[in-house]
């Protein structure tokens, strides 16, 4: 009886400190996918990245993206959100030598990367 009891109590203590977070951040749309990445810091400077982008400061939110790159060099994100970058901010020969980099990492399977790839491709 009283381990019944005991076993009930860990149970219910080691069910409460379970975990069952959900991660809060960018999710406006397809442009933002931050499944390309699991580093928490790649995560935050993406996040810092969007909001200079968004104020439309091309320079610090490059900055970001170049910190999040030497975190992750070969992650393809890393690499797409860089050319939509310079894209956006007009540099489109760097867009495409980036594109091309980040077609190099890319894993063939991932069907959202192909098709953020192949709609940034067709954008410039």
């Known amino acids: ?7 009930i109590a860990v149970v219910g203590f080691l069910t409460a400190c379970a975990s069952t977070s959900t991660q809060d951040g960018p ?6 996918y ?8 790649v995560k935050m400077l993406f996040g810092q ?10 320079s610090a939110a ?6 999040a790159r030497r975190i992750e060099p070969r992650n393809p994100y890393v ?5 939509k970058t310079y894209a956006a901010a007009g540099d489109n020969a760097r867009a495409r030598q980036l594109l091309e980099r980040a077609r190099v990492f890319a894993d063939e ?15 410039l």
Do not use: C
């Not at 690499?79 to 050319?83: D, E, P, S, T």
């Not at 399977?109 to 954008?123: C, T, V």
């Open 1 to 7: 009886m009283v381990r019944t009891i005991v076993l």
């Open 27 to 32: 999710t406006e749309n397809y442009g933002q």
């Open 34 to 41: 931050q499944g390309g990445t699991d580093h928490p810091a």
């Open 49 to 58: 990245a969007d909001d200079a982008a968004k104020a439309g400061n091309w």
């Open 62 to 67: 490059l900055t970001y993206l170049d910190q």
């Open 79 to 83: 690499l797409y959100r860089q050319a």
């Open 109 to 123: 399977e991932d069907e959202m990367l192909s098709y953020l790839l192949y709609e940034l491709e067709f954008q």
